[in-house]
């Protein structure tokens, strides 16, 4: 990946190779001004020749695309950036952590109903922050780039067509189970009152069952029910290893329309948001990776967005890899107390949800999220405890000691690299790339 690179003046210069980068900082002709991307600013005044850049972006509900690319034909930086799906699930657990301390003996937190106004603009959260991200990157690339050129891969889908590819007219206002009581009666009379675990229920009670629990993020509709009967829908069957979990691992694959409904989502805010944009789609971006035989990848896609007519790449080119960490827990109580707590529940002050920082004698000072070497890996810490820290990878797996299954690592086998905010940036090899001088050869 290249090194951005502005004048002494703040403007946009095209960016240089690592290398380069290096020499002019040792030499104190540049200073560092960016770290997640690696940012210089020269001292002395230089020539301001620029190129057409190209910012070509894959849009994604979990991951995004970025490339960079000039001359219609190299690219300068490529990667991904992970988007975080969680907001939901915390924002669930909020608030059953509130409503349950109401209604027990505590410190007391008045509900909030007065000053809760949507205006015409709100979304939920768990999509506001995907909207949010995607359009902050975006923002950062293109203030480190000169004469460039934003293209976006949107997409307009029609979910009630991707359901029933007939539907036309009055149809689009009724559902599936238009004309039955209710949908329970509709997937009863879909199954033919017949339960679909041992299929010989016709004389039994019958329930419905959900294919993905909504805790999973599943839905109430149709599709995502089956006919079951009460001597296979126990509690007991419901657990890991019995008939109900059994059955589901290789049973209905229910097809999930969120990712379409997010797409047209997103659509209208980035025409809003960015004034001038060039717009690409799906059905345009496959056949050019195919066309310049890259592998299917989140930043192929986006170099095939860039409308690239031949990929040179460097012998030993590298994608970077973007990930949002959670920092904070900004919950004020706990689902369940302490043991051994000296202070009533009623007197009780805030816990502390996350320890931000660890200070040793003899290793110093250490942050939550720091970006560390351990074992020859590169890792972030996301957790202490009293003799050591948690270190993951990007990817979200424990770096733990060889040959050890405990997960936490003592401080001695540490060396921090530097520190981060809740963003993760780490630069991977990308074993895919051929050697220097040539280009990826086209598909036949």
Request: proline share 3%; glycine share 6%; charged share 25%.
């Amino acid at each position: 990946m290249r090194v951005f690179v502005k004048n002494k003046h703040n403007e946009n210069l095209m960016p240089c190779k690592p290398s380069k980068a290096r020499k002019l900082l040792k030499a104190n002709k540049a200073k560092i001004i960016s770290y997640k991307p690696f940012g210089i600013m020269l001292l002395q005044e230089t020539s301001n020749y620029t190129q057409e850049t190209t910012l070509g972006v894959d849009t994604g509900m979990r991951h995004i695309g970025i490339a960079i690319t000039i001359n219609n034909n190299k690219v300068i930086a490529k990667g991904e950036i992970e988007l975080r799906q969680d907001v939901k699930s915390n924002i669930d657990t909020r608030r059953i952590y509130r409503r349950s301390r109401r209604n027990r003996k505590t410190r007391y937190r008045q509900p909030r109903f007065q000053n809760r106004k949507r205006n015409k603009n709100w979304l939920p959260p768990s999509i506001q922050s995907r909207i949010d991200n995607t359009i902050h990157w975006i923002n950062k690339f293109q203030s480190l780039l000169p004469k460039n050129t934003l293209i976006i891969e949107l997409g307009k889908f029609d979910p009630h067509k991707l359901i029933n590819p007939d539907i036309e007219g009055v149809d689009y206002q009724l559902g599936q189970s238009a004309g039955y009581y209710n949908t329970r009666h509709f997937v009863f009379e879909r199954d033919n009152y017949i339960c679909q675990v041992c299929k010989k229920s016709k004389d039994k009670i019958l329930n419905t069952h959900h294919i993905i629990y909504t805790s999973e993020g599943g839905t109430n509709r149709a599709d995502n029910l089956i006919t079951v009967c009460s001597d296979c829908h126990t509690s007991e069957n419901h657990k890991i290893g019995n008939i109900l979990h059994n059955w589901m691992l290789k049973g209905k694959k229910v097809k999930q329309y969120k990712a379409p409904t997010f797409m047209n989502i997103v659509r209208k805010k980035f025409y809003q948001h960015f004034k001038d944009i060039n717009v690409t789609y799906g059905s345009t971006t496959k056949p050019k990776r195919k066309e310049l035989g890259l592998e299917k990848t989140h930043y192929n896609d986006a170099i095939a967005i860039t409308d690239i007519n031949e990929v040179f790449v460097d012998e030993f080119d590298s994608y970077f890899k973007i990930k949002q960490f959670r920092k904070k827990k900004r919950s004020l109580h706990e689902a369940t107390a302490r043991k051994g707590r000296k202070a009533k529940n009623t007197t009780q002050k805030r816990n502390s949800k996350n320890t931000k920082k660890i200070t040793h004698k003899k290793y110093g000072i250490f942050h939550l999220n720091d970006k560390v070497n351990i074992f020859g890996k590169i890792g972030f810490i996301s957790g202490f405890t009293s003799g050591g820290v948690y270190v993951k990878d990007i990817h979200g797996n424990y770096i733990t000691i060889p040959n050890k299954s405990y997960k936490q690592v003592s401080l001695k086998y540490i060396e921090r690299i530097n520190n981060n905010n809740n963003w993760q940036f780490i630069p991977h090899l990308d074993l895919s790339v051929l050697r220097k001088g040539t280009s990826c050869q086209k598909a036949g």
